[in-house]
């Protein structure tokens, strides 16, 4: 054993690697895509590791690799879950033989995701078993359990950490490389009426994961993470039941308050047994969870099943909101409800002023993101046009934001292809534009696009091709021609996927080339039928520039419309507020202002991009 | 040692890396540490904030409002976002340098940074405040405010670490050809 300071997802895949892992397949999205990431960088040599094309191949692949025998882990964000679920709702009824955790990152706020969907929730209507960690520490150790589990009970397992534990660090304890445990595989055993799924086996399966799982309940109220704390005597009336970090949101607010508190780690399958002695002699329950009410209606549903007279409250009560992630201050505030002030506390806290306003900062698109370029291109190109700008799941999602306005629409990985085939379908006036990332396109853009193709749409299909998964922080994709292992692989081409679809107008242009970029969009946009263009151009952290731009104030005319059509951080008013200035710690040297600029007085910026039209080989 | 650190400022300006030397300081004295912090699409020129927890007694590495001892601010208006965190006798080290956000740029919402300095003299008695723009040209280099700004919250006695756990902390962290000029940012406050 040793110590090591590690972010919460570092600390998990320290955990699998050492539970023996053997394969490691995952889609990036934040909160999880560090998991994966360490797997590759601490690999001790034996295990396989792989970025997916998306979810459901990554679980597929955990899958096979478990029907072997060998252990294996797939890794996810909470709405990844959503494109992996065919599979995992299948799989629960097919069962693994090596353990097979699926690990999901929820996101509360959400902060970074386009849901506040709850794998708690998944877990019960999926019938998996879940474990939810409440530290960094409890993570390592908890993944591990989570294999030994699946492989002792035959079910893939869900791992499921928010984000204040996947991107939450601590200095914690992990074994050495020489204690990880060396799992062998024993292949796969040819057996169809165990691997093939038919409905015969589906509801002999469905009967045998009801029954284990209530056997399960039994077994997980003699489970240490879930635990009974503090006042567990007969005099106790009220407690407090919660999850996650919450529970230490909530251990850090009692400064000496009492209360029996219920820990729960494995909210399904729910450990009834152990609830029934926590309830016991109690009048009250607070019930502190992020996201769904899970473990509020496993308390409320107790009550009933054995007549407790218990009040239970929490979201559905309206004592905890109902949505956003849970903090310090309002679950001191709930607790303070509960049980009163914390003694020695002031009863109110100094308070401060008011602040003169503070700047506003929503995300934006980096300086020199050449997404910004193609959007403007579209957006010279398509002036005065009836137009839908869909969106989708990327760093170009903040097209959306002023000055650019360049997203109507975004809902999910992929789905902008379909939704302007829908608007399109209704409105044929409409010129209708799907923007869509590279790493996006292989996920899930490829089927939306036969759909608009085979299905005679009239769209016009943008890829903002940067060579890179962006927005989760740079990982490899089929297009980029490297692999998370370090392989360096044949390139799949976006522009020979689309010509084999049978799209006849597929061009590819730098958008960092103003006016090309405009005159192809203008000629592309008139084509009738599926069309597409490619906007290449590598992400501003691929590339380093090699020359920034600078403003010439005598040529400065002061009109500030480099300003106010791009919107770039690094361009700036100088002290006066009368002419544009460029920062130079941000300037990547795009020169998109140097070819808006009227007065010409923008100048210096150079960046050796990938060369425009021309496919690498 | 317990200690309640929070670093802010705005997405690449750092405050990652000045949050791992810390905690690398903690470790080396091999005391519990926490921290918590702004990962995604925030960090595309969004607030962003550290939070770091040393010594016993922590649980979740999020710092409850009132609490924390010392706030790092690479932004005047950030710093004042995280004020009501500070507790009432902590201190404040923050770079007079303010980053203007697009909005401002575009004229869609007002920031004045000296309203924000201003501010932070009327309502926290212990302020440092650094010229993180002369320390820079200074240095030569923008990439070492973080260290910079570590250096004045070691002068003010509010980090609770020695100028030789940093020192160590950088011989350990800091690339060899990058080792003298983050040397010379982290006394830069001592020697100006």
């Known amino acids: 054993m040793h110590k090591e300071f ?141 294999f030994d589990f699946s492989e002792k009970y035959g079910t893939p397992v869900f791992f499921r950490a928010t984000t204040r534990i996947d991107h939450g660090y601590e200095g914690i304890l992990i074994k050495d490389p020489q204690e990880y445990i060396r799992h062998e595989a024993q292949g796969f055993i040819k057996d169809s009426s165990r691997w ?16 284990r799982n209530d056997e399960l309940s039994d077994t997980l109220s003699e489970y240490p993470g879930n635990r009974i704390l503090f ?4 005099g106790c009336q009220k407690g407090i039941a919660t999850h996650g970090i919450n529970f230490m949101y909530t251990t850090d607010s009692l400064e000496g308050r009492n209360a029996r508190i219920l820990k729960i780690a494995t909210p ?24 769904d009410p899970v473990i509020e209606r496993a308390l409320t549903f107790v ?55 503070l700047p506003v900062r929503p995300p934006v698109l980096c300086a020199g993101c050449p997404h910004r370029a193609s959007f403007l291109a579209v957006k010279e190109a398509m002036k005065g046009k009836k137009t839908i700008y869909c969106g989708d799941i990327g760093c170009y999602t903040l097209g959306n934001a002023a000055p650019l306005d360049m997203c109507d629409t975004c809902l999910c990985m992929g789905a902008g292809i379909g939704i302007a085939q829908g608007v399109g379908h209704i409105e044929p006036d409409t010129s209708c534009f799907a923007f869509v990332g590279d790493s996006t396109f292989f996920a899930s853009g490829i089927t939306g696009t036969i759909n608009a193709f085979y299905n005679q749409a009239n769209m016009t299909l943008v890829v903002l091709d940067n060579s890179t998964t962006a927005m989760t922080g740079h990982q490899p994709h089929p297009g980029t021609g490297r692999t998370v292992m370090g392989q360096v692989v044949e390139k799949v081409s976006i522009e020979k996927v689309l010509l084999a679809i049978g799209l006849k107008v597929v061009e590819t242009v730098d958008p960092l080339d103003f006016q090309a970029a405009v005159e192809t969009t203008k000629r592309v946009a008139a084509q009738p039928g599926v069309k597409a263009i490619i906007f290449r151009s590598p992400c501003i952290s691929v590339i380093r520039p090699e020359g920034k731009s600078h403003v010439d104030e005598k040529k400065c005319i002061g009109c500030k419309k480099c300003i106010k059509s791009l919107g770039c951080p690094a361009l700036t008013l100088d002290s006066d507020g009368k002419k544009a200035r460029i920062d130079d710690s941000l300037c990547t040297g795009c020169t998109l202002c140097e070819q808006i600029c009227p007065a010409d007085a923008i100048s210096g910026g150079r960046k050796n991009g990938l060369a425009a039209g021309k496919e690498e080989a | 040692m317990r200690k309640e650190i929070i670093l802010c400022g705005v997405g690449g300006q750092g405050t990652i890396l000045a949050s ?43 710092i409850p409002k009132g609490k924390a001892d010392l706030i790092i601010g690479f932004e005047p208006g950030e710093a004042v976002r995280q004020l009501p965190f500070l507790k009432p006798d902590g201190t404040i080290v923050v770079n007079k340098r303010p980053v203007m956000p697009v909005s401002a740029s575009l004229g869609q919402s007002a920031y004045n940074p000296q309203a924000m300095l201003d501010y932070l003299r009327q309502n926290v008695r212990h302020v440092i405040l650094v010229d993180g723009d002369k320390a820079t040209a200074a240095l030569g280099s923008s990439k070492v405010l973080n260290v910079v700004l570590l250096g004045a919250a070691l002068e003010s006695g509010a980090l609770g670490f020695s100028e030789e756990d940093l020192q160590k902390v950088l011989q350990e962290r800091v690339p060899e050809r990058f080792l003298e000029l983050n040397r010379k940012a982290l006394s830069w406050m001592r020697n100006r």
């Not at chain 2, 080396?28 to 007694?57: C, K, W, Y």
């Open chain 1, 268 to 291: 399904f399958p729910f450990p009834e047994k152990l609830a029934l002695s926590f309830l016991e002699g109690l009048d009250e329950v607070l019930c502190i969870e992020e996201l």
């Open chain 1, 196 to 211: 093939v799924i038919f409905p015969r086996l589906s509801v002999r399966n469905h009967a045998l994961i009801e029954k």
């Open chain 2, 20 to 62: 791992r030397l810390i905690a690398s300081a903690a470790m080396n004295r091999d005391l519990p540490i926490l921290t918590a912090e702004t990962i995604g699409m925030a960090q595309r020129g969004g607030s962003v904030f550290s939070h770091i927890r040393i010594g016993e007694g922590a649980g979740s590495p999020l």
């Open chain 1, 303 to 357: 009550c009933g099943k054995y007549g407790l007279k218990v009040k239970i409250r929490g979201k559905l009560t309206g004592d905890i909101p109902p949505a956003g992630e849970n903090t310090p201050e309002l679950v001191d505030r709930a607790v303070t409800g509960l049980l009163g002030p914390a003694a020695g506390r002031a009863s109110a806290p100094e308070t401060l002023p008011e602040p003169p306003a």
């Open chain 1, 6 to 146: 590690l972010m919460g997802n570092e600390a998990i895949a320290m955990g699998a690697l050492a539970a023996g892992v053997q394969l490691v397949a995952g889609y990036p999205g934040t909160p999880s895509t560090e998991v994966l990431e360490t797997i590759a960088r601490r690999n001790p040599g034996n295990v396989y590791v792989e970025w997916s094309v998306n979810e459901k191949a990554g679980l597929e692949v955990a899958a096979g690799a478990a029907y072997t025998g060998a252990r294996a882990l797939v890794t996810m964000k909470q709405v990844g879950l959503n494109v992996a679920s065919d599979p995992l709702m299948s799989l629960e009824y097919i069962g693994v033989k090596g353990g097979l955790v699926v690990l999901v990152a929820d996101d509360p706020g959400p902060i970074s995701s386009q849901t506040e969907q709850d794998t708690r929730t998944f877990a019960m209507f999926s019938k998996v078993p879940l474990f939810d960690p409440c530290s960094v520490q409890e993570a390592y150790e908890m993944i591990q359990e989570a």
């Open chain 1, 231 to 234: 006042e567990t005597g007969a």
